[in-house]
């Protein structure tokens, strides 16, 4: 399958038309943005890594009966998806507190929950991606009372999974952010991607940042963590 017009540049990914109207192939770029797009940054081969964590984390996720977009890696960088009608949600999952979460309720990082929480963000850059609750989802006919409940239901059930998933390799999933569409059928179906640029991840020992927090805070081991990620991954997964 082969790239043809360029459908969208985004922040980390070039997403490609093809010859069939119902696939995208995804170019994973090396570049990295924080703060709404204000903090820029790179590193060579990030793009590689996140593809290809992104890619074993669908597969292991399908495994446990999750439908996603994932069809097939091209390459190290490039991925063949299902062409999904995106839903302009943000849906966050927190294990644990971090990131916005502690500025807006000013409390400290580490907490954590009883039970996992969720929350949405209208994806909209102009607006700076607001905070939505699902009232104001439906009122906005971003999606349904019904749909609203489908992606919540979706997005615990992602988190139970990528729990576990993390937990193999000796990472804790503090929080993490998941994009949904319409497959062609119209079912609700995983989108985007999860990597350490979507996710925090903490090492369960040393409870070491292993995510994009490290290029947030500037904590010095931007690349080196990924590649600490992609490697355990590898480790765990051979065959994958
Ligand atoms: N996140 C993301 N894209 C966004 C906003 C958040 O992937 O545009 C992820 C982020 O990496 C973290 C989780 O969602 O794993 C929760 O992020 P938070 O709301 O704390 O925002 P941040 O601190 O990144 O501004």
Not at 58 to 72: M, V
Not at 160 to 175: A, H
Request: hydrophobic share 40%.
């Amino acid at each position: 399958m082969e790239k043809l017009d360029l459908l969208y540049v985004g922040k980390a990914k070039k997403v490609f038309k093809t010859e069939d109207e119902n696939l995208c192939i995804f170019e994973y770029k090396d570049d990295a943005t924080a703060f709404n797009g204000e903090k820029k940054g790179s590193f060579d081969g990030k793009g590689i890594i996140n593809n290809q964590i992104a890619n074993i984390i669908f597969k292991l996720l399908e495994q446990d009966g999750i439908k996603t977009h994932f069809i097939k890696e091209l390459s190290k960088r490039e991925t063949l998806v299902k062409k999904v009608d995106i839903i302009p949600l943000e849906v966050i999952v927190r294990n644990i507190s971090a990131g916005s979460f502690c500025k807006r309720y000013g409390i400290k990082e580490g907490i954590i929950f009883d039970t996992p929480t969720l929350e949405f963000s209208y994806k909209e850059d102009s607006l700076g991606d607001p905070l939505i609750n699902d009232y104001h989802a439906v009122a906005l006919k971003i999606a349904t009372r019904e749909q609203i409940e489908e992606i919540t239901e979706l997005a615990f059930k992602i988190n139970e999974s990528l729990i576990k998933i993390f937990d193999n390799i000796g990472i804790r999933l503090v929080d993490f952010k998941i994009e949904v569409g319409f497959d062609k059928d119209k079912n609700i179906i995983l989108s985007d991607e999860i990597s350490p640029d979507t996710c925090r991840l903490w090492d369960k020992e040393t409870n070491k940042k292993l995510d994009k927090d490290q290029f947030r805070l500037e904590l010095g081991e931007f690349a080196s963590v990924y590649n600490e990620v992609y490697g355990r991954f590898l480790e765990k997964y051979p065959n994958i």
